[in-house]
């Protein structure tokens, strides 16, 4: 599975927009992007996923470089609640996968009021 | 609710005293699997579940069994916990873990071995 790299940590006032980008340059072509986020010590969750086209559902939205070698999460209206860490996971599907998520350090998102 | 859930939430044992920690899940999901994060490694896989009956090792596995003999129950047992096995651990599950699909993840369980 291709490496990310993500930015360490980043600010976002409440209300506006959280836009978290994402490195992958060495993405193939049958990789998919994955977004989860970890509010403090819970269970890691799911926020979205694409392989080429943007993508978006009822907590963000992803934008994929028509390259595919970056992309960016979108929170739309940033609340306190959105505080957590953020992962990007960039992972082959397909019979042969074990399932296995890496995750890397993600990018902690601290949003103030 | 379709959810995750993990048993128990935390727990404090000693060196060498056997130990279960329960996953169940409720979505009749085929694959299920188990992390464990520790302060600066991350998460990472211990072992993992394609279906019911069959397990597989993940990055971790030393010191850890697990079982499938239902597929909404994927227990994961210490046979003789050590405290490097004092960590945060998730329990997850998805419909097919081939599938460009969601995984879900259970709460939690912080565990410390004395």
């Known amino acids: 599975d291709a490496k990310t790299t993500q930015p360490t940590s980043m600010d976002c006032a409440e209300g506006r927009a959280a836009n978290l980008p994402c490195n992958h340059s060495?993405?193939?072509?049958?990789?998919?992007v994955y977004w989860y986020r970890q509010i403090h010590s819970q269970g890691p969750q799911y926020i979205i996923h694409?392989?080429?086209n943007n993508e978006t559902n009822e907590m963000a939205s992803l934008i994929i470089t028509e390259d595919r070698k970056s992309s960016t999460l979108i929170l739309p209206h940033a609340t306190l609640r959105d505080t957590a860490v953020y992962y990007c996971?960039?992972?082959?599907?397909?019979?042969?996968?074990?399932?296995?998520?890496?995750f890397g350090q993600g990018t902690t998102l601290q949003v103030k009021p | 609710e379709a959810q995750v859930t993990q048993n128990p939430r935390y727990l404090i044992t000693v060196t060498g005293k056997k130990l279960t920690v329960t996953c169940s899940q409720n979505m009749n999901h085929e694959y299920m699997s188990w992390y464990r994060q520790d302060p600066g490694l991350g998460l990472r896989q211990i072992y993992y579940?394609?279906?019911?009956?069959?397990?597989d090792k993940g990055d971790v596995p030393e010191g850890y069994k697990v079982s499938r003999k239902e597929k909404r129950n994927f227990p994961l047992i210490l046979e003789s916990p050590s405290p490097n096995q004092t960590s945060l651990y998730f329990c997850?599950?998805?419909?097919?873990?081939?599938?460009?699909?969601?995984?879900?993840f259970g709460p939690g369980t912080r565990l410390t071995v004395l």
């Open positions: 579940s394609m279906n019911v009956e069959v397990t």
């Open positions: 060495t993405i193939s072509g049958n990789e998919y």
């Open positions: 997850a599950s998805s419909l097919l873990p081939g599938g460009a699909l969601e995984q879900f």
């Open positions: 694409g392989l080429k």
């Open positions: 996971i960039v992972r082959v599907e397909g019979s042969s996968n074990t399932g296995k998520l890496i």
